[in-house]
């Protein structure tokens, strides 16, 4: 199960945050998610697991120095996402890549949430 | 996928208080129950559930079953109680003064509180009751993991 | 004076501004992807483009007269499994970037890292700033 979170981050950098895209899909075994975070380097990226929330926060890499700027589609601002997980996943085998700007982190399903039968034992 | 706002519950005795919560929802919403349809269902055995230190029980009054009509079945957080009676002849000679005994089928369904191993679970069948145990698990779930990124 | 804009295909008319000492004439682009931004000293211009998960290969940059025209695809990373979430845009794109000087057409650096495209332009001699003596 994967769902929003709303962040509870408090900014403690004078910029602000913004939201990476992200693209989400699952398989038998895992779930995928993708970010779009460009300008982010391993060094200034930060995931963690807490409880059941899975929280992604980076910093831009690309200089704030305004001096020089003569034109601006983007402002480099940190990134920030949190994500909700269940039970269904195993909290110790999360992987992580980055990759040209692109965080791609695989959550794989625990064996435990596929369905089991108990045998009940008749005493008498 | 759900919106807004999560409220992060009180942690002291979280799972506990919603395990109480899921079945008093069962008692109170007869006909919202999670199950596959309470329509399908006959006859809905009584449950007690409990809780020691150590474990959970579920306790189910299912008098007139074998085992081999009793199925226990654990889907991720969900335990699903669900069985048959088989139906007695009605014999043809007697006079049948008050029929209430009911045949059928039957299942509920039970969220349990994610602290709970499912290797532990139980079920015993003894004159009539089932008893389901399912073993806590202690071991603290919440600790952070930093995760390393390549 | 005249500039072609390439997406229109229409000649559109270069005003002259009429505060001609407070504003030099500035940059254009068009508000599609990649989101740019321009960043000058008195040698070169430098432009930092936004393309995460794009590789080099889809990566075309051009110097057309003076508008630097970056284009390519994007290409859908797209999966056969369920999405709970799709968010991110692909396809392809072509952005002009109008340079209110001339860089030297042979001297054009470009690097990718980290999603971020770097070129940096140098400016032609008559481009650069010079002082003048007053006799």
Request: no cysteine; aromatic share 8%; hydrophobic share 35%.
């Amino acid at each position: 199960m994967m769902t929003e979170a709303n962040s509870k981050n408090i900014t403690e950098n004078r910029r602000v945050f913004q939201t990476p895209l992200a693209d989400i899909y699952e398989t038998d075994d895992i779930y995928s998610v993708k970010l779009e975070m460009p300008g982010v380097t391993k060094e200034n990226l930060n995931v963690i697991i807490d409880d059941d929330e899975l929280k992604i926060t980076a910093e831009s890499s690309i200089e704030e120095n305004e001096s020089d700027l003569k034109y601006a589609d983007f402002y480099p601002k940190n990134f920030s996402r949190t994500f909700r997980v269940g039970n269904d996943i195993d909290r110790n085998k999360i992987d992580a890549k980055l990759d040209n700007g692109i965080l791609t982190l695989t959550l794989q399903k625990s064996e435990e949430i596929k369905p089991k039968k108990i045998t009940v034992n008749q005493v008498n | 996928m759900k919106f807004g706002i999560t409220r992060k519950t009180n942690n002291s005795m979280p799972e506990l208080r919603s395990f109480r919560n899921d079945v008093n929802r069962l008692f109170d919403d007869f006909f919202n129950l999670r199950t596959a349809g309470l329509f399908d269902s006959e006859w809905l055995p009584a449950l007690d559930v409990y809780d020691d230190e150590k474990n959970f029980y579920i306790k189910a009054d299912v008098a007139g079953i074998d085992e081999k009509n009793l199925d226990v079945t654990i889907n991720g957080n969900v335990l699903t109680l669900s069985g048959k009676k088989v139906e007695e002849k009605k014999d043809e000679g007697k006079n049948y003064i008050f029929s209430e005994r009911r045949a059928g089928s039957f299942s509920r369904s039970l969220t349990l509180p994610s602290g709970f191993k499912q290797k532990s679970i139980k079920g015993e069948l003894k004159n009539g009751v089932l008893t389901v145990t399912i073993e806590k698990d202690k071991t603290v779930k919440d600790e952070k993991i930093k995760i390393d990124v390549h | 004076m005249y500039t072609y804009n390439i997406f229109n295909d229409m000649i559109k008319l270069r005003t002259i501004f009429d505060d001609f000492f407070d504003q030099k004439p500035g940059y254009e682009a068009s508000r599609e992807f990649p989101p740019v931004q321009i960043k000058e000293a008195d040698d070169r211009i430098t432009i930092k483009a936004l393309v995460p998960g794009i590789s080099t290969e889809n990566i075309d940059i051009q110097l057309v007269d003076d508008s630097l025209v970056i284009s390519g695809v994007k290409k859908d990373d797209y999966e056969n499994h369920p999405y709970i979430r799709k968010e991110r845009l692909f396809g392809e794109f072509k952005k002009t970037i109008r340079l209110p000087y001339r860089v030297k057409h042979d001297e054009i650096k470009a690097d990718l890292a980290n999603g971020v495209l770097t070129i940096n332009l140098s400016k032609s001699e008559d481009a650069k700033p010079k002082k003048i003596d007053i006799n």
